[in-house]
């Protein structure tokens, strides 16, 4: 269901794209048929390359044919893109084979990628000639605008992590909040909601946070409810997937938006997007008012496949109900059914309280995870001293754990509301600080220590290494732990 005023709203907020050319030499050594070399840009970039080649030798008699692969880490260059066999498309996989007829010359890419490295390989030339790759160039592009951001005289290792951080916030700053320039390169709910937290600490680019909420509102299914993740070409138009949490997180988001830039006008537009979600939701549950996951659908909370997401779910639920409250009593409509409906759900949500483990139980199976004590703590279904215990027990317990920066982002910010910022800090600069260790310049899309070359698609080479929902770090430090609070 298309509404023409909303999506006129968010054009209307479309950003401006910053770009700015940068370039790296080649090399001096010219290259034949099988040579090939790795390019350095010394940092993350999203835009438009292009590679200048000379030649050595006769006129060129014959075509130059090479592949270029552009890389976001240096680690995606090693993966074997033939043997990708995974479920996601290897189409994402940035690599691609090039003619050019007319040399020396420049050969510009038309496609956008996201890259630091650039490793060329010469397919063929001819016997009479060979090629010099003489400099390489990009016109790189972001809707983050350098000069807005909020300086924060950060120092060693703080420093290093929020410029991480932010890199990965402004790569991801297009034309929407995209979850990753190399991979999808498109809005998702989920990862909105938590670039749109860093980006108050930072770039403060309300006008794109609120282009992303009206697209959401501008295109939905038939019956009203959100969609997941939205495409802008050629037509702005959403996906037919849902996820439960990933609908109701559009909640938050407006609150959040709403808290920071006091947009009333937008408030009361997009209140009854809220409710509608909340209509459509509500039908969820089973009669003991727990979230029944036949009708929940799919509900994310963390690439898992191991996870059951009923307790979690139910938590989010009541999470997200809490902030329609807020809207609404700003907006000073009734918000009695609410209360009680957060009510009956938080009473259920207490009997997946297992008082001997002194943890949260999800589903059938009574499973322990990390993320349904986080998300029961996050709800507010704990006080501070039962939070605390919950997540501890999880842990001593060999709880499933959490594999995504999505993930962690949440499990930090139940340690922080548990009255643990130390603790917060410190596994921050562990989960994070894991892959700074590992020579990024952005953050990744998932990130398991324990097992660092895992994937649930399939395959690393496909993973996005510029990942929005990863970028959390930047609001965690600037929010909770700015160096004066730190003296
Ligand atoms: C992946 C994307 C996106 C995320 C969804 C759930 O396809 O990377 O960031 O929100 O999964």
Not at 332 to 355: F, H, M, V
Request: overall charge negative; hydrophobic content about 35%.
């Amino acid at each position: 269901m298309q509404n023409t005023e909303f999506l006129k709203k968010a054009e209307d907020s479309k950003p401006i794209l910053y770009t700015e050319t940068v370039c790296i030499p080649g090399r001096t050594e010219p290259m034949k048929d099988g040579d090939e070399a790795v390019f350095d840009f010394g940092n993350h970039y999203v835009g438009y390359p292009e590679i200048t080649f000379e030649t050595v030798g006769h006129h060129p008699d014959a075509p130059l044919y090479f592949e270029v692969q552009f890389a976001e880490i240096a680690e995606e260059l090693d993966q074997d893109t033939d043997s990708y066999n995974g479920w996601i498309s290897r189409s994402w996989i940035q690599k691609e084979a090039v003619h050019m007829d007319v040399l020396p010359g420049t050969y510009r890419f038309e496609r956008r990628y996201a890259f630091r490295y650039v490793r060329i390989r010469i397919l063929s030339v001819s016997g009479n000639y060979s090629v010099v790759v003489k400099e390489l160039k990009a016109d790189t592009v972001t809707s983050a605008d350098d000069a807005a951001l909020v300086k924060v005289p950060f120092t060693g290792k703080d420093k290093r992590l929020d410029e991480v951080s932010v890199r990965t916030l402004r790569s991801c700053m297009q034309d929407v909040f995209e979850d990753g320039p190399k991979r999808d390169r498109r809005l998702w709910l989920g990862d909105l909601r938590l670039e749109a937290l860093a980006d108050y600490e930072t770039y403060r680019n309300y006008g794109l946070v609120k282009r992303c909420l009206y697209l959401f509102a501008g295109s939905t299914l038939a019956d009203g409810r959100l969609a997941n993740n939205m495409f802008m070409a050629p037509e702005v138009e959403c996906d037919d997937q849902t996820m439960f949490d990933y609908t109701l997180f559009f909640i938050n988001t407006l609150w959040d938006y709403w808290s920071h830039s006091r947009d009333t006008a937008t408030l009361r537009d997009l209140e009854p997007v809220c409710m509608r979600q909340y209509e459509l939701l509500k039908e969820c549950f089973d009669e003991d008012d727990l979230l029944d996951m036949n009708k929940a659908g799919n509900v994310f909370i963390d690439w898992n496949f191991q996870l059951d997401k009923q307790a979690s779910g139910q938590a989010v639920y009541i999470y997200a109900l809490k902030d329609l409250v807020k809207i609404r009593s700003e907006l000073g409509k009734d918000t009695d059914e609410l209360i009680r409906e957060i009510e009956r759900k938080t009473e259920a949500a207490k009997s997946l309280y297992d008082a001997e483990k002194g943890v949260f139980i999800s589903g059938p199976g009574k499973q322990i995870s990390l993320a349904s004590q986080v998300w029961m703590v996050l709800a507010g279904v704990t006080n501070q001293e039962t939070g605390q215990a919950v997540m501890e027990n999880a842990l001593q317990q060999n709880a499933v754990g959490m594999n995504s920066p999505y993930a962690y982002h949440h499990y930090i910010q139940a340690l922080i509301e548990t009255g643990q910022k130390d603790k917060a800090y410190r596994e921050m600069h562990v989960y994070w600080g894991g892959m700074i260790e590992r020579g990024t310049d952005t953050f990744w899309e998932l990130y398991n220590p324990a097992d660092p070359s895992s994937s649930p698609y399939g395959g690393i080479v496909v993973h996005s290494f510029c990942h929005a929902w990863s970028c959390t770090p930047a609001y965690f430090l600037r929010k909770y732990f700015r160096p004066q609070e730190n003296q």
